[in-house]
């Protein structure tokens, strides 16, 4: 019996909106790393400045 509803094109759409929502999402995550990247700078930890006893 086919009630209409063809998963396999509901599977589609729904892949393709999620991928209209997470490219613009990945494009902008990826230009800030690349544009912070080497000026946001971690503190130095302890190991790193700790001085030998």
């Known amino acids: 019996m ?3 509803l063809d ?3 509901a599977v ?6 999620w991928g209209v929502v997470a490219g ?3 494009i902008v ?3 800030i790393l690349a544009l912070t ?3 946001i700078r971690p503190d130095p ?3 790193q ?5």
């Open 2 to 4: 086919s009630d209409g």
């Open 7 to 9: 998963v396999r094109a």
């Open 12 to 17: 589609t759409r729904s892949m393709l909106g």
């Open 24 to 26: 613009p999402f990945y």
């Open 29 to 31: 995550f990826g230009l």
């Open 37 to 39: 990247r080497g000026r």
């Open 45 to 47: 930890s302890l190991a």
């Open 49 to 53: 400045s700790a001085q030998p006893r």
